[in-house]
């Protein structure tokens, strides 16, 4: 039975974990989605996502924010995009509390992209 209680709570525990490294991604697409250039959107991306994980006490073993520029093409004309990925590598202990050293890890990914303003240039 307890290891039944402790099972349904490391499952919580991955799952909230997982919503906070997509909430990282969708902050970091929407931090450069509001940048005045496309050539000025990676590092603000970049740190918005990872000051999200701080925030939320995510310490990923490994941790990989990538920032992607694209383009939608819309009947208006093209629409300038950015597309946050944010990979997290999360040793189960962090996240149960338990005996640091064993090694099982959870890979977890989180992706978002977001239309940057067409009428918010310089």
Excluded: W
């Excluded at 799952?15 to 929407?30: D, N, P, Y």
């Excluded at 740190?47 to 990538?66: D, H």
């Amino acid at each position: 039975m307890v290891g039944l209680v402790l099972l349904a709570i490391a499952a919580g525990r991955v799952q909230t974990t997982a919503g906070t490294v997509e909430a990282a991604a969708r902050a970091g697409a929407r931090t450069g989605s509001l940048q005045r250039s496309v050539a000025g959107v990676d590092q603000p991306a970049r740190e918005s996502a990872l000051a999200t994980l701080r925030q939320q006490g995510v310490s990923c073993g490994n941790q990989n924010v990538q920032v992607t520029q694209g383009e939608l093409d819309l009947p208006g004309g093209p629409v300038a995009t950015v597309k946050v990925t944010v990979d997290c590598d999360v040793e189960l202990v962090d996240l149960l509390g338990g005996p640091s050293g064993l090694p099982v890890t959870k890979h977890l990914r989180g992706e978002f992209t977001s239309v940057m303003d067409r009428y918010r240039g310089t």
